[in-house]
């Protein structure tokens, strides 16, 4: 399984980012995916999940603000984020986890499989 993020950048607060992420060698059809970030010296944070039936959870910091979807065709993950603020600061990565039992949607330790990353930042 290969995840390739993109899309993430330098905004001022208040603004809007869409993060993409491309996935190969993945069935699109199981399992959940997600969206995480990691700031410096920290674990990484759930910030969004998406099921294959498009059922998705979020992060009660991003909730509002951030939107997950998914675009199966094109095995594609994305993240749709406005307000950012300057707490929004991290580098975001995309997972995905083969097996899905609608629990631990956001925990970072049930995902087998991440891409390298996208840096955000918000000031």
């Known amino acids: 399984v290969q995840l390739v993020e993109s899309g993430g950048g330098s905004v001022q607060t208040g603004g809007s980012l869409t993060l993409s992420c491309v996935s190969s060698?993945?069935?699109?059809?199981?399992?959940?995916m997600a969206w995480f970030r990691q700031a410096p010296g920290e674990e990484p944070e759930g910030v969004a999940s998406?099921?294959?039936?498009?059922?998705?959870t979020y992060a009660n910091s991003v909730k509002g603000r951030f939107t997950i979807t998914r675009d199966n065709a094109k095995n594609t993950l994305n993240l749709q984020m406005n307000a950012l603020e300057p707490e929004d600061t991290a580098l975001y990565y995309c997972?995905?986890?083969?097996?899905?039992?609608?629990?631990?949607?956001?925990?970072?330790?049930?995902?087998?499989?991440w891409g390298q990353g996208t840096q955000v930042t918000v000031s």
């Open positions: 998406i099921d294959t039936y498009g059922r998705t």
């Open positions: 060698g993945y069935n699109f059809t199981s399992g959940r």
């Open positions: 997972a995905i986890r083969s097996w899905d039992d609608g629990l631990r949607t956001l925990s970072w330790v049930t995902y087998a499989n």
